[in-house]
């Protein structure tokens, strides 16, 4: 379990001049294809969002689990299943937060609210400072994944057709030098997660083609950058969305903040027709809506127990 040792790719994006079509922009997009193509994640080094901007938002995640249980279930939307999710018997260790859309400034205000009436600007300054500058990333990255794959005229579209929730989650220390199970093993469900985390690893990632799993270990300043579901459906299965969990042991708490660039409600995820090939690259998942999807896998026993969820829910085959 996690014994593996295989490093994942480490990719700079801190340059100067990184303008479309320049050598160091096409070297860089073709190693962000390959790593997602082969791995579904790498490690991405990114200056915008400074180790000290880290430090303070850990802080402040640290006064946040701290609320009420009653207080923190207020973080909740039916409607979109974005909210708290606390402790339960497969995951004893782990609770989450979530902000509908950090993009948005009146909902992180309401999200700031629950829990500080009287408002609290240095979380709410915080939490749009980072979620801006990191959004640029995931946009800079999904142009270069499109414009690898040639399809350039769907990145307007492919921009403007997602949001971004954002996520905290902390992971109580088990207090154990045995390893104890901090996140049940899954893919992401939206289209591209960056995630950073607290000086405490524990993410582990399943290999695409030797099924192991793999220790991440990265650096505190760094980020981890992971394909999820609808990605790999819209690239008509070129990019891979790998399966990862969470290990924990010790005695220290793991805190982790994760952007998710999601698929606006109603927005249909169709591989392009240019994408598909009759034999080579036939197609793989039917047309489909990506919040039903998330509820699919949320709500039902199918979607809840499947071992691969996306092919339940749309596989063409």
């Given at each position: 379990m996690g014994s593996e040792k295989i490093k994942l790719p480490t990719i700079d994006f801190n340059f100067t001049e990184f303008k479309s079509n320049s050598a160091q922009w096409i070297s860089t997009r073709n190693k962000v294809f390959k790593s997602l193509e082969e791995f579904g994640c790498f490690e991405a080094l990114y200056d915008k969002v400074s180790w000290e901007m880290k430090v303070a938002l850990y802080n402040e995640l640290e006064k946040l689990f701290d609320f009420s249980l009653e207080t923190k279930m207020k973080n909740y939307r039916e409607e979109s299943l974005h909210g708290y999710l606390g402790p339960n018997p497969k995951m004893q260790y782990f609770e989450s937060l979530c902000i509908e859309d950090a993009f948005v400034p009146e909902i992180v205000q309401f999200f700031t609210q629950i829990f500080w009436p009287e408002g609290n600007s240095n979380f709410r300054n915080l939490v749009q400072n980072y979620s801006n500058n990191l959004s640029?990333?995931?946009?800079?990255?999904?142009?270069?994944i499109l414009e690898r794959l040639g399809m350039e005229k769907y990145i307007e579209e492919h921009m403007k057709s997602t949001h971004y929730p954002l996520r905290f989650s902390k992971y109580k220390a088990p207090l154990s030098i045995d390893s104890k199970?901090?996140?049940?093993?899954?893919?992401?469900?939206?289209?591209l997660t960056i995630l950073c985390q607290n000086q405490v690893n524990g993410l582990q990632i399943l290999t695409k083609d030797s099924h192991e799993w793999i220790d991440v270990e990265i650096s505190p300043n760094s980020f981890i950058v992971i394909s999820a579901d609808s990605l790999h459906a819209w690239t008509n299965g070129r990019v891979h969305s790998p399966k990862h969990q969470v290990i924990l042991c010790g005695n220290m708490e793991r805190y982790s903040i994760a952007l998710f660039s999601t698929s606006i409600p109603g927005y249909i995820i169709e591989a392009p027709k240019e994408l598909v090939e009759d034999e080579k690259h036939p197609l793989l998942y039917?047309?489909?809506?990506?919040?039903?999807?998330?509820?699919?896998?949320?709500?039902?026993?199918?979607?809840?127990?499947?071992?691969?969820?996306?092919?339940?829910?749309?596989?063409?085959?």
């Open positions: 640029e990333l995931d946009q800079l990255i999904r142009r270069m199970l901090g996140l049940v093993s899954h893919t992401d469900k939206n289209v039917k047309p489909f809506d990506s919040l039903e999807y998330i509820k699919f896998c949320a709500r039902t026993e199918t979607g809840k127990k499947a071992e691969n969820t996306l092919k339940a829910y749309a596989g063409n085959n």
